[in-house]
């Protein structure tokens, strides 16, 4: 086959759903316009552990406008078979709703309100009276008792600690972040017969409808999810939550298609978040820096009922050469709600610890950052043998180095001063791995030359519906303004979660697949055909440019496809695309890989700290779209100025109550925090990784950013902070 001309892919090309956003006509969850709905409103517990004596419903239900109270007392029982298919973490069990009467977090749904209008609804949940047999809830991870560990070893690393010449004992902590998308979560649901329509917001599709069917004994084909746009989700929207599940138990006993919004407070309880961390990393070193053993001790909080658990030990095991290495990993079982991924899981948090320690050892040993970490690059993952499939990490440092301006930093800790503010730089490699699934599109061409791509993927906001038509147009050798891309429904082909920075590998491959199919399908047509001037010719000789079949060596020589397809009488040809998900991944280590710059200012009276500037060099494979990859890069750096200076959930210990859930008390980086922020992308592909030669980048822009600006913090005061958020009663 022979390769298509690439106009679309590696173009800065504007969002095809752009102007739908810009002019409010991208319908999110809650803003389809459903005939009949009525709306929702559910009664959040007030404790943070204990069981549920008594709900006095009476004066909820006198309310104008309610509808029907729904708890434990009147909710029907609901099956909940195992759901092996579902992206719910894999230990425990999952929270059943309205089933019983226990209560295992602060803010857990207890009841529902379903009334005429949104207002009924919210007042109608104020008048719920429940009254509790209340128990003292465990939410202090150093308070509580952990599970068994999950260990990784290597060497030996207690006795590579015993003979090294230069040992580290350092302990982090790393607060938990809520995820605290713009949209927030919500579900209209509706019943038909025994079947169940929901408009959620979700990242994905398949993972919901799925979950749905086993709650509520369903075939999977009688469940269909529909969810076209995503307003942010950084992960939240990873799994199916109980609010979906209460409205469309709330539909099915009322007979109504309802709607229910979480208000930002119930964000923080009725999702996931960040987990918080203690880990203790113990680093041992010959005298010029190179590694020679680690030991890790991870304590990770997790739910009660669930066991959460995310791959923060994978950059220890691998990012750097040492010979000895020990990991133990523990979930530490709290009366919380279940912690899901955010984005960079795992990767931002180790990265956070082994790049503050690694600066932190450069420090101790007079060496430059930079040259540490090129003396300690391995030659092979050593966690598992195999050879790197592109690994151009020492680029991503020569780049960043010389556009960074890094020979203006100093190694003397707070000697640059401008007035009040301490001046400092520091920096971070980052590693995150290239994750793919199994995939699926359907593509059709139609006689007049326009072509439909679907596929159950979702767009939460890095450009899914713009890159993937990229691809469409490119192996059909059509224009952008030719092909429509539809997401978001269940009713498509199925796709893999839309996280981990799997959805250009995996549903961008399967893309491809279809539109080479179906391509193929309209070239073997033309050279079979007597009446086509192809006719006769090689079909690897045969390329399409702007809809128009054409001999490579001779571009006068062809047709359209809308010739081709009214000669021979055809409405259209379609194909079903498919990957099959990791086949070099197999043999190879594939990983995508930054390394992130930080200048910032501290004052050096009050603490505050301001970041300056960034740039984040990144080795990411093919760039389907620099556009849009500059943007997920910038949206990378903002997190992680969140992550290092800022974000940090508070919870009362005394009843579990999360006292910050709310925009006001929860900071998150506004426009005054974020600096001059560049990106830079190697160009090259790996092929290896998939069909495209993507290897992933909406997770790995956030992983090393707090690192690189808590070392500039370091480089600006000579203070070593080893607990997120920094905060200024830290540095004065």
């Given at each position: 086959?022979?390769?298509?001309?690439?106009?679309a892919?590696?173009a800065?090309l504007?969002?095809?759903?752009g102007r739908l956003k810009?002019?409010?006509?991208?319908?999110y969850a809650?803003e389809?316009d459903v005939d009949?709905?009525?709306h929702?409103?559910?009664?959040?517990a007030?404790?943070?552990?204990?069981?549920i004596?008594?709900?006095?419903?009476?004066?909820?239900?006198a309310?104008?406008?309610?509808l029907?109270?729904?708890?434990?007392?009147?909710?029907?029982?609901?099956?909940?078979?195992?759901?092996?298919?579902?992206?719910?973490?894999?230990?425990g069990?999952?929270?059943?709703?309205f089933?019983d009467?226990?209560?295992?977090?602060?803010?857990?749904?207890?009841?529902?309100?379903?009334?005429?209008?949104?207002?009924?609804?919210?007042h109608?949940?104020?008048?719920?009276?429940v009254r509790y047999?209340?128990?003292q809830?465990s939410?202090?991870?150093g308070?509580?008792?952990?599970?068994?560990?999950?260990?990784?070893a290597r060497?030996?690393?207690?006795a590579?600690?015993r003979?090294a010449?230069?040992r580290?004992?350092?302990t982090?902590?790393?607060a938990r972040?809520?995820?605290n998308p713009?949209?927030?979560?919500?579900?209209i649901?509706r019943?038909?017969?025994?079947?169940l329509t929901?408009w959620?917001?979700?990242q994905?599709?398949?993972?919901?409808?799925?979950?749905l069917?086993?709650?509520f004994?369903l075939p999977m084909?009688?469940?269909?999810?529909i969810s076209?746009f995503?307003g942010?989700?950084f992960?939240?929207?990873?799994?199916c939550?109980?609010?979906?599940v209460a409205?469309?138990?709330?539909?099915?006993e009322?007979?109504?298609?309802?709607k229910?919004?979480?208000?930002?407070r119930?964000?923080?309880?009725?999702?996931?978040?960040?987990p918080s961390y203690e880990?203790?990393?113990?680093?041992g070193s010959?005298?010029?820096g190179?590694?020679?053993a680690?030991?890790?001790?991870?304590?990770a909080?997790?739910?009660?009922?669930?066991t959460?658990t995310?791959?923060?030990?994978a950059?220890g095991?691998?990012?750097?050469?040492m010979?000895?290495?020990s990991?133990?990993?523990r979930?530490v079982?709290?009366?919380?709600?279940?912690p899901?991924?955010?984005?960079?899981?795992?990767?931002?948090?180790?990265?956070?610890?082994?790049?503050?320690?690694m600066?932190?050892l450069a420090?101790?040993?007079?060496?430059?950052?930079i040259?540490?970490r090129r003396?300690?690059?391995?030659?092979?993952?050593e966690?598992?043998g195999?050879?790197?499939s592109?690994r151009?990490l020492?680029?991503?440092?020569?780049v960043?180095?010389?556009e960074?301006?890094?020979?203006r930093?100093?190694?003397?800790?707070?000697s640059r001063?401008?007035?009040?503010w301490?001046?400092?730089?520091g920096?971070?490699a980052?590693v995150y791995?290239?994750?793919?699934?199994?995939?699926?599109?359907?593509?059709r061409?139609?006689?007049?030359g326009?072509a439909l791509?679907?596929?159950?993927?979702?767009?939460m906001?890095?450009g899914t519906?713009?890159?993937?038509?990229q691809v469409?147009?490119?192996?059909?050798g059509?224009t952008?303004?030719?092909?429509?891309?539809?997401?978001?429904?269940?009713l498509?082909?199925?796709t893999?979660?839309?996280?981990?920075s799997?959805t250009m590998?995996?549903?961008?491959?399967?893309?491809l697949d279809?539109?080479n199919?179906?391509?193929?399908q309209?070239?073997q047509?033309?050279?079979e055909?007597?009446?086509?001037?192809?006719y006769?010719?090689?079909?690897?000789d045969?390329?399409?440019?702007n809809?128009?079949?054409?001999?490579?060596?001779n571009?006068?020589?062809?047709?359209t496809?809308r010739?081709l397809?009214?000669?021979?009488n055809?409405?259209?040809?379609?194909?079903?695309?498919?990957y099959t998900?990791?086949?070099?991944?197999?043999?190879?280590?594939?990983?995508?890989y930054?390394?992130?710059?930080?200048?910032?200012a501290?004052?050096?009276?009050?603490?505050?700290v301001?970041?300056?500037?960034?740039?984040g060099?990144y080795?990411?494979?093919?760039?389907?779209?620099?556009k849009?990859a500059?943007?997920?890069?910038?949206?990378g750096?903002v997190g992680?100025?969140?992550q290092a200076?800022?974000e940090?959930t508070?919870?009362d210990?005394r009843?579990?109550?999360?006292?910050?859930?709310n925009?006001?008390?929860y900071?998150?980086?506004?426009?005054?925090d974020v600096?001059?922020v560049?990106?830079i992308?190697?160009?090259?592909e790996d092929?290896e990784?998939?069909?495209?030669?993507v290897k992933?980048?909406?997770e790995?822009?956030?992983?090393?950013v707090a690192?690189a600006?808590?070392?500039?913090?370091f480089n600006?005061t000579?203070?070593?902070?080893?607990?997120?958020?920094?905060?200024?009663e830290?540095?004065i």
């Amino acid at each position: 086959m022979s390769p298509q001309p690439q106009a679309a892919v590696g173009a800065p090309l504007s969002r095809v759903d752009g102007r739908l956003k810009v002019t409010g006509k991208a319908l999110y969850a809650a803003e389809h316009d459903v005939d009949g709905t009525v709306h929702a409103a559910i009664v959040d517990a007030t404790i943070g552990r204990g069981r549920i004596r008594s709900i006095d419903t009476r004066a909820a239900e006198a309310h104008r406008g309610v509808l029907r109270v729904i708890s434990h007392r009147n909710a029907p029982r609901l099956p909940y078979r195992d759901n092996p298919g579902s992206n719910n973490p894999p230990g425990g069990r999952r929270l059943r709703v309205f089933q019983d009467d226990r209560v295992l977090f602060h803010g857990q749904p207890v009841a529902v309100v379903v009334a005429a209008t949104l207002e009924a609804a919210q007042h109608g949940a104020s008048l719920v009276e429940v009254r509790y047999d209340a128990e003292q809830p465990s939410t202090d991870m150093g308070e509580a008792t952990p599970d068994e560990p999950t260990n990784y070893a290597r060497g030996d690393a207690e006795a590579g600690l015993r003979s090294a010449a230069v040992r580290m004992d350092l302990t982090y902590r790393l607060a938990r972040n809520h995820h605290n998308p713009m949209e927030p979560h919500a579900t209209i649901a509706r019943w038909d017969g025994n079947k169940l329509t929901v408009w959620d917001k979700t990242q994905w599709v398949v993972g919901t409808q799925t979950e749905l069917s086993m709650v509520f004994d369903l075939p999977m084909d009688s469940v269909r999810v529909i969810s076209p746009f995503v307003g942010g989700g950084f992960g939240s929207g990873l799994r199916c939550w109980p609010h979906t599940v209460a409205a469309a138990v709330a539909a099915r006993e009322t007979g109504r298609p309802v709607k229910l919004v979480l208000s930002r407070r119930q964000m923080y309880f009725g999702t996931g978040f960040r987990p918080s961390y203690e880990y203790r990393l113990r680093l041992g070193s010959d005298r010029r820096g190179r590694l020679t053993a680690a030991v890790h001790e991870m304590d990770a909080e997790t739910s009660s009922y669930e066991t959460f658990t995310e791959a923060t030990g994978a950059p220890g095991q691998m990012l750097y050469s040492m010979p000895h290495v020990s990991q133990a990993y523990r979930t530490v079982p709290l009366d919380v709600n279940t912690p899901i991924w955010m984005r960079g899981p795992g990767f931002a948090t180790g990265s956070f610890v082994i790049e503050s320690a690694m600066d932190e050892l450069a420090h101790r040993l007079g060496v430059d950052p930079i040259e540490l970490r090129r003396r300690n690059e391995p030659s092979e993952d050593e966690s598992n043998g195999l050879p790197f499939s592109t690994r151009r990490l020492r680029e991503c440092y020569t780049v960043g180095a010389r556009e960074f301006g890094w020979h203006r930093r100093s190694s003397r800790p707070r000697s640059r001063r401008e007035g009040d503010w301490l001046i400092g730089m520091g920096m971070a490699a980052g590693v995150y791995h290239s994750g793919n699934m199994e995939a699926q599109s359907r593509v059709r061409l139609d006689a007049d030359g326009t072509a439909l791509v679907e596929a159950a993927a979702s767009d939460m906001g890095p450009g899914t519906y713009t890159s993937q038509t990229q691809v469409a147009a490119d192996a059909l050798g059509l224009t952008m303004r030719t092909v429509t891309f539809r997401l978001g429904d269940s009713l498509y082909p199925p796709t893999p979660p839309h996280g981990g920075s799997m959805t250009m590998a995996s549903v961008g491959s399967a893309v491809l697949d279809g539109c080479n199919k179906v391509r193929q399908q309209a070239i073997q047509l033309a050279v079979e055909d007597r009446e086509s001037p192809l006719y006769g010719v090689a079909a690897d000789d045969v390329v399409v440019r702007n809809g128009r079949l054409q001999v490579k060596s001779n571009p006068a020589r062809g047709e359209t496809y809308r010739s081709l397809l009214a000669r021979n009488n055809r409405s259209h040809l379609e194909a079903r695309g498919s990957y099959t998900g990791p086949s070099g991944t197999e043999r190879h280590s594939v990983h995508a890989y930054n390394a992130t710059f930080a200048e910032v200012a501290v004052d050096a009276a009050l603490g505050l700290v301001r970041v300056r500037r960034m740039l984040g060099v990144y080795d990411a494979g093919r760039i389907i779209s620099p556009k849009l990859a500059e943007s997920q890069a910038i949206g990378g750096m903002v997190g992680g100025i969140g992550q290092a200076l800022l974000e940090h959930t508070v919870t009362d210990h005394r009843d579990g109550r999360i006292v910050n859930a709310n925009l006001a008390d929860y900071l998150v980086p506004v426009n005054a925090d974020v600096p001059d922020v560049k990106a830079i992308y190697l160009d090259g592909e790996d092929p290896e990784a998939d069909p495209l030669g993507v290897k992933g980048l909406g997770e790995v822009v956030l992983v090393g950013v707090a690192p690189a600006i808590a070392n500039a913090v370091f480089n600006a005061t000579g203070r070593r902070v080893r607990e997120l958020p920094i905060t200024a009663e830290a540095l004065i």
